[in-house]
Every structure is written in C-alpha cells, then in structure tokens.
C-alpha cells in the first residue's frame, strides 16, 4: 500500500506523529500522478518545485509545533479556476491560457494556512461550463473507473485525481452541481457548501449567485476536515456570511436516531436510472435501519429548475465573462483591425463553444423587451424553489436524493446533445438555486463497475446534519468505498489528447 | 423667425466623490500619479476579484440627497451596466439603475423671474472609468487604471430648466451645496464635476416635448453656455427647414463651438442591465440615517437667516460670504475672535477677493487663519498700524501666512504715536507750507487735508493719520 492509498486525515497524523514527512508525502504524489497522468490527465498544471519547497516549509512548521492542523503537510489539487499567485490559472480557457494571478484565492491561502500543500491544477470543463470536462481547451480527462468514460464536470480534474490516488484532496467548485456530479461519476465524496461559508474572492466567476468552493476527498472525515480549513469569513467578499462556527468535524458521529430523512418523489420519477434508483433508495433502507425516519414527499418545481438555472447562470456569466477581451491579460488574437476587431477575434479564438452559447444565450435573456420575460422570472422561480425546500426542512432534516440520472456517460456522448446535457443537471441545481448545502458520496457499483453517488442536502448552514448522515451511511457501507486501482492496472491505453 | 421657441433642459452631472480609497477597493483616489500605481486587482477587473463597497461613498450620496430634499431610498442596490470598452476593466459599471440611493428632489435657484426649483429625479452612486492615452508617436493606445473605481454620484436632474442662465444657477447651486458637505471640490476643468445637457426646443404654447440630444463633453461653464445657445439654434433651424430633430448623444467642441453626433437612439446601446450579484443590497437604518443628518453642516440659506440675526452686515455682504463654506467659517471664527464682523467682513469681501481673483485661486485656497485675520482688525481698527500699512500686512499675510504682529514689527510698520515727535515734524510741515496755513485759517478747510498729506509723506507713511489731525488743528 502506497502513502496515496492512506486518506488526508491518516496521512496528516502520520506526518504530525514524525512517521513520515511533508516531503514524503508531497514525493508520493508526484510519482503517482507521473504514473498516471498519462491516460487520465486531470492536471493541467503541475508543480513539483513549488510543491516540494512548501513542503519543506510546512514541515519546518510542523516541527516547531506551529502548525498542529490535521491537514498539515498534505498534498492538495486545485482545480484551475481558483486564483494561486505566480501559477498557471487558465479556468481550461485558451482565453487565459498564459495567465498567472497576481494574487490567491482566499479558499487556497486558507488551505496553505492550514498547511495543506498545494500540488498542482486540475482540468474541468472550460470556466466550469459543463458536465462532462470535455469542455476543456486543454483536452479531456478520464473517468479513474473506466478510461471510456467521462469523470463529470464541472470539476472532472479533481474528482478524477482524488479516485485514482494522484493525491488525498482537492478543491473544486460548483454552480450547479460541479462538485457534487463528478463526485458521484469518479466515486469519491464532495460538498458543495451553503452560499457564503467558503470565500468566492479569486474563484474566477461563472454565475457569482450560483458558485461555491467545496473540498472534494475519499470520504466523508477527510471531506469535513477540508471544508473546516477552507471555510471563513472573509470581508473581500461581499457575499462571505459570519457563521457561528466553522467546526465542521465534529459532526462526523455514526448517529442518525431520529433523524428525519426526505425523499422527494419527484426526483426518483421518470428519466432516473433503475440501478442508480435501487441504490439511493437501498442506501436509505440502510439509514432507515439505523434510526433514521424516511419521510416520502413532493418536493414540487422540479421541472423550473433547470431552466431557471440556465437563465441565471448564463446572463451573469454573460456579464463575468466580459472582462476577457485581450486587453489586459489572457489570449489577443495575432491579427486584428482596431479595437472592434480586436475584441471580436480575441474572443472568437479565445473561447470554446460551450462557453460561446452561453455567453449568446445570457446576452439574450438580458436584452431589453426579455428581460422581464425571462430574467425576472428566472428570479422569480428561484425564490419559489427556495420557499419549497424551506417547507420541506419544516418536517426533515436532510434530503436523500440521486447525484446524478445515471452513471459516467462515455466520452463523446454528451456534447453532441447540449440540452440533454443540460438536463443531467436536473438534481444539483436546486441546491445552488436555493444556497443549500449538498454532500455527494458513493453507495455503489453499477453492473458496469462505475460508482453511484448519492447526494444529501440540507437546509442552509446545516452541514453538520449532511455530514453526519453522510458518515453514517459511509459506515454503515462498510467504511471506505473501493478504489478503482485494477481498471487502472488494467487498461494501459493511452489518452487521446485534444489540441487547441 | 416668425415663430417663437423655448429651450427645456435636464442635466446629469456627475461628482467625484472626495473619498480617500476607491468605491469598491482600497486604492487610493488621488488625483495624478504615475499610471497604474494607485490599482489593486478590483479595480482593474482581475479574474475572481470581487467589489466591497466603502461606507463613506454611501454616506456621501445620503448627505447630497438630504442637502437637496430627496427621498433616501432605505433598501437600495447596485446593478451592472454592461457595455464593451477598454477604460472599463470589468467591461461593465457597477452603478444602480433600479433602486439609486435618492429619488425626488429639488434645489432651489434665482432668475430674473424670481425663484424656481429645478426637480431632482435621482441621484446614484457608480464607479468612474480608468483613462485611455492614445500615443501618436508609437500608434498605440494606453490604459491608465488609477482613475478606475473612484466613486462617483450621478445626479440626474427633471427637464425643468429654459436656458443656459438656469443651467449655470443650477450648476452653481449643486457645486455649492456639494461643496459646503465636502463630498467633492466640484472642479469643472479637473473632471471632478462633469455636467451632460439634454436639450429640446418646443414652440412656445406646446406641450409636449420636442425631440432632444444629449451633449458630452462639456468642461466649463462658459462651454456649457455655449453649447446651449449653440445645440438650440441648431434644432431650431432643423425645425424651421422642417427637418426632424434626431435623438442622438452628440459630443460639443467648444474651440469650434459645434457639435458633432456621436450615436443616434437607433443605434444606442443596449446596456443589459441586471443586479449586481457581486454586492448585497444596501440597507440604511434609521440610526445611521439620523447619524449623517445630524452630521450635516449648516447650508449656506441657513447661515443667511443666521447671519441677518447675528450680525450687523449688509445682505449683499452676507451673500458673498456664505458663496463658499471655508469663507464663510473664516468669517464666523474671525468674528467671534475680534467681534468686529463688519469689519472682518470687509477686509474678505475686498483684499481677500481681489488677490484671490489675482491668484486665481479659490477660497478654499485661503491659507492665511482666522486668528490672524482678527488680529489684523484689531491692529488696523485700534490704530496702531495705518491703513496703507494694514494693507501690506495683509498681502504679506495673505501670500506667505506671515503673522501680523510679527511683519509689523520686522518692517516697522507700527504707526508713529509719540505725540511730541509728530509735533516736531507737524511744526515743519507748517513751516515749509506757509501759504496752505494760510489757506486754512482763511477758511479753506480742504487745505488741512494737503497738511494732513505732507505730514504722512514726512512721516513715511507711519504716522496715525487721526493723530496728525489732531495735532495740525491743534497748532493751527
């Protein structure tokens, strides 16, 4: 067993107790990565010199007793739309292929300040735009269970990365379930936060009402001990909400005596895979067993959400994606005739064509005579979704539903159908709509050996509640849920990489 | 011209804001500097920055909407305003369009016809625009970020003026009130005042409005001027050739005193307005509402009702005072040191005025304190220095801030009030200017005037003329 088959928390304890250092685990990394990288390719940077002298920082720090975290001294991934100063940061863009920030973002220098270790940039779908991180300017990554297949996206790179023990964590971010999908597809655990627990200042914005960072990790323990480093409040966020408190660990109890689990029968209803069905609904027999009431129930909505979501998303990132014009930074087009011109072919080059349509279709819901008609009421519905999820947390606690339709499409079968694939969407976006919690963890294999993920949501600020359902069922699962190391062995083939 | 036509006139001005840190960052708002210095990733549109916004740019927008009686809108918010340009990082404003922080105001100003209230329909608050610098020599454009994000007010007034003499009574009105709360020195020519004139022409009797264009660019008040008569005749003779007036932004050229059109409403832009998700809405509580009012100065028609009370001057004098707080308070504090206002009042409405207009330089420029001034009067009013000596005080005052106690003394300028020398040179005077003393005591009264004279001269200047008076009757 390598240091990457240990989860953060064990390889943090191993390292504090002198066992093993910083360095070590950063090195285990690197090699695991450089074995795998190759057909899976979930980095899009790596950074073996950084990483190696903050690990001799860190554990420099360790020894003096500075630094007691239990994250001290592990490697951690970041996915490429989070600011790290003087490191690539490229959101899978052309448009900011070359561009290193002159500044980090606070989710990251909290991570650092907890000593985790920044390892590298993970791939994702073109500025978090997509489901499948096919998206990407900068090639596609691999599903960690079977090659063929997609990791999901938004956050493909860091799910992918985490399921093939490349290393323990990493941070993704998600609008509408850019965390919580993939986590699902690569069969690792991911928490999307409330809106406002984790600061946004140098998350390079999609839809800033939509988008959260969350940690992304092997289980649930490791999941809590990453959201606990990464969450603050942070006054360069307007957005950033002062909680009570940011201990999220000690929720992680194998306890679920009455506590009141809904399931909404809209979400298990038409379109839902019978074998992902069978697996949510087992999971919550299994919860059922061990205390917890499951509540049946009519969420009611489902069908606004996705449309309502696409709306908001697309016109603010319609408005965020502006400020990517050649001019100050990122990609100019070689030739070009005045300023019109300029812009116009710098964008044209600079963005692919996912990002392209919603940047049309937000530009469009926004202009005037639609944007009462469409706009308007997009907020409209997602203050109605809202008002539903808060009559659901009157009589539950936790919401148990599905992460995702089905299990990791093959590569190349989304993209052909944007819509389809935006209804994939269908039981993660309500949860950014509304600003809940939403903790996504394998339960299964599906007959064709792909995870099954499940996702729990909870009213807002009500992590703990998700986190200890969470570690319950994990529990009651039988620990940790398998990696996908034979299909790794196994399939030697090389990954087709997609040129700009 | 057989027929007869009215001009109707709204304005939107916008006032920088004399914040020390930008809107939504903490760079500082310094005019000047070298390009690029005073910039943070806010506020030049970095990927992931976000906009905080600064409490004083809040309290600024309230202290105007108070000062001109507008509705403070207690739950307000920013939107974006979405349009493509290179000064403008983001590629987007962050201003407020659907809920501005003031709605439904007014000021008030003099015309010939008497008094007039010009409505204010609103006024919000946005960030300014960085500098574009076009280089000839290289073929290139250059984007100066310092001037990104510093905190503007747009204060959009009703079409309520009819002609350029309202516009600058109006004009002068805003930049005095806005002045008087020290939320910007209002400088046309430096840009922290901007003034855009939306301008139509109706024949007299109509009511409706006629079509109107927007004129930019517009950095004094003599162009303002300008550019009224000139945007007026233009529609005019359009109107009478039976042309139709184009909706358009047209931007004036005060050197060739036309204007050229910038955009027609056909192709005006769409600017894709929504809520800023980047900043949460803004709510004014009544606490901190009843905190800025009560900080709020005494505005200059409340010193006018005051002064009539508490001082002895003319209304006239009174006036020009209270054009300008920092003179007006120079005039309280001089007073209530010296309790001579009259006198106080004069010295600022004459010598303070005159080398200020030499200068050209403002009253907020004033760098001489109100306790020299008083000690001034007091020096000049109790005789111990003469007018003409009183006067150089007050320039080397003036111009160098010297103390005039100490310049009295240094130059010697103290008048002469040894009674028994000016006796000595009186009785020379005399004896030099037999026919003058003749003169007089044949009953020529204005004789005593040129003896008067003879002896300052002998005296060189430093005699107390009321003492020589005294003293040539005597010997007469």
Redesign the interface.
Known sequence: MGLMDLTALELGKKIKAGELTAMDAVEAALASIEEKEERLHSFLTVDPKGALEQAKAVQKRIETGELKGPLAGVPVAVKD???TRGML?T?ASRI?YN?K???T?EAVANLQRAGGIVIGKTNMDEFAMGSTTETSAFGITRNPWNLEHVPGGSSGGSCAAVAARECPLSLGSDTGGSIRQPSSYCGVTGLKPTYGTVS??????Y???LDQVGPIARDVSDCAALLEAIASYD?????SVQRAEYDFTSALQEDVAGLRIGIPKDYFGEGLDAQVRNAILGAAKLLEKRGAILKEFDLGLVPYAIPAYYIISS??A??NL????G???GYRAGEYEG?HSM?KRSRSQGFGAEVKRRIMLG?FV???GY?EAY?IKALKVKALIKEAFDRAFDHCDVILAPAAPSTAPKIGASLKDPLKMYLSDIYTVAANLAGLPGLSLPCKLDDKGLPIGLQLLGNCFQEKKIIRAGYTLEQALGGHFPAPKEVLKETGGKCHEQTV | MSRQYETVIGLEVHVELATETKIFCGCSTRFGGAPNTHTC?VC??????????NKKVVEYAIAVGLATGCKITRYCKFD?K?Y?Y?DN????QISQLYLPICRDGGVEIETPAGKKVIGIHEIHMEEDAGKLIHDEWEDCSL?DYNRSGVPLIEIVSEPDMGSAEEVIAYLDKLRLIIRYLGASDCRLQEGSMRADVNLSVREVGTKAFGTRTEMKNLNSFKAISRAIAGERSRQIELLEAGKPVIQETRRWDDNKEYSYAMRSKEDAK?Y???PE????PVSISQEWLEEIRARQPELRSEKLVRYKKEYDIPEYDARILTESRSMAELFEEASAICGKPKKVSNWLMGETMRLLKEAEQEPEDISFTAAQLAKLVELADTGAINGPAAKEVFVHMFQEGADPEQYVKDHALGAVRDAGALRETVRQVLEDNPQSVADYRGGKEKALGFLVGQTMKAMKGKADPGLVNQILRELL
């Open positions: 739309n989070l600011c940061t959101c900011l561009f920030p002159p500044y973002a946004r200042y140098g998350l390079v914005a839809g800033s009402s006054r360069k966020d307007s957005t016109a603010e319609s408005s502006a400020r990517f014009d001019i100050k930074y300023l812009y530009s926004l202009s005037s944007y706009y | 990733p030049t549109g970095m990927p992931g920055s976000l906009p905080v916004l974006r979405n493509f290179p990082p983001q590629n987007y984007v769409d894709r307005y929504f998700p980047d900043l949460v």
